[in-house]
């Protein structure tokens, strides 16, 4: 294990299923999001659902989609429709409508999409935030979609996801957002402090590459100064690393994507 996966192993939060009770309810300004109806300790299991509609790997045809949307129920259809979808894209009719919920509710089945996109009831439903508070995984074996708060939440909160990777300052991440159509206004984005915030993922983001560089590559082919080559060097970096992770509120998971 590299140091930066040991510094994610040491926040990786723990399975603990529990009945966890959340509600729909508008937002501000994202549409509707999940709301948490009591507090919800670290590590708890929220959601863990099967794929409404799933995609496999290497698809890219829209004939495979409306295909597999046919063989839903009336329940699970209306469920489908009732997610957030571009109005430009849906104007154009129901096919168009039913590709663009999936455009913008999918969600990946294992890293790099190993087992295809998929979209769910639940999960397909939780904002964006550059500060989630709850975080998935994928089981082939199980065929779901578990997800569990990384941080705690408290009661009232609304329950929030990352859709991008968030080891990036705010005028990246904004970028990347904008495939969603939407400005983020989280807690870090809306914040006054946005500019240590940025200051402090642009370092991550340094430190992520250099690590990445020290797998990649053997130590004679890197520039030293943009790399920890001793071990000593290592540890600072990861401890670094850790230090800024702790600083920004993000943990383990959030970083995985990154
Ligand atoms: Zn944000």
Known sequence: MDRFASVIEQTRPRDRPASVRFDLRATPSKGYGFYALHAIERGTLIIDESP?????????????????????????????????????????????KAISIFALNNV??????????????????????????????????????????????????????????????????????R????????????????????????????IREAFDIMVDHDDETVDPDAVPITPSERSTWAAELAKLCKEEGLVGRDLEHA
């Open 52 to 96: 409404l509609v799933a995609v496999p790997p290497g698809i890219n045809d829209a004939s495979y989609l409306l295909g597999a949307l046919k063989k839903l129920t009336q329940e699970q259809l209306t469920t489908f429709h009732n997610l957030h979808f571009d109005d430009n894209e849906a104007s154009a009719g129901e096919d168009d």
């Open 108 to 177: 990946e089945m294992g890293s790099e999409q190993t087992h295809g996109r998929a979209v769910f009831a639940k999960y397909s439903r939780l904002n964006h935030s550059c500060l989630p508070n709850i975080d998935n995984s994928y089981s082939a074996s199980t065929g779901k979609l578990t997800a569990h708060a990384i941080r705690h939440i408290e009661s009232g909160e609304e329950l929030t996801t990352s859709y991008i990777n968030l080891v990036q300052p705010a005028e990246q991440r904004a970028l990347e957002l």
């Open 179 to 206: 495939q969603w159509g939407f400005e983020c206004s989280c807690s870090v984005c809306g914040s006054r402090d946005v500019a240590a915030s940025n200051k402090r993922r642009q370092r991550m983001c340094s």
